[in-house]
Nanobody, 112 residues
Framework: QVQLVESGGGLVQPGGSLRLSCAASIRLNYMGWYRQAPGKQRELVAVITSGGSTNYADNVKGRFTISRDNAKNTVYLQINSMKPEDTAVYYC?????????WGQGTQVTVSS
């Protein structure tokens, strides 16, 4: 059974930084992050393969960095130069044998 446990969310001032972590119960090839802002659909933020290939949504390129530690089955999301529009619940996602798995979500709020 695949389990994803996120951590690292919180309240950050505009311009600040935050790092989210997601620990998986097993090694997974495709892992990534999505986010859902109030009143909006869940959207892809970034994904990474076990080989380190990455893909980002256009609206986060340059500010978000996804990385992973395969030895720890953990994926990270570094968010810099944060903006109020980054406020959302961030969900860890993984794909295993064609099935999508989700973490419980972690709230990120950008406000002064």
């Amino acid at each position: 059974q695949v389990q994803l446990v996120e951590s690292g969310g919180g309240l950050v001032q505009p311009g600040g930084s935050l790092r989210l972590s997601c620990a998986a119960s097993i090694r997974l090839n495709y892992m990534g992050w999505y986010r859902q802002a109030p009143g909006k659909q869940r959207e892809l933020v970034a994904v990474i393969t076990s080989g380190g290939s990455t893909n980002y949504a256009d609206n986060v390129k340059g500010r978000f960095t996804i990385s992973r530690d395969n030895a720890k089955n953990t994926v990270y999301l570094q968010i810099n130069s944060m903006k109020p529009e980054d406020t959302a619940v961030y969900y860890c996602n993984a794909q295993h044998w064609g099935v999508h798995y989700w973490g419980q979500g972690t709230q990120v709020t950008v406000s002064s």
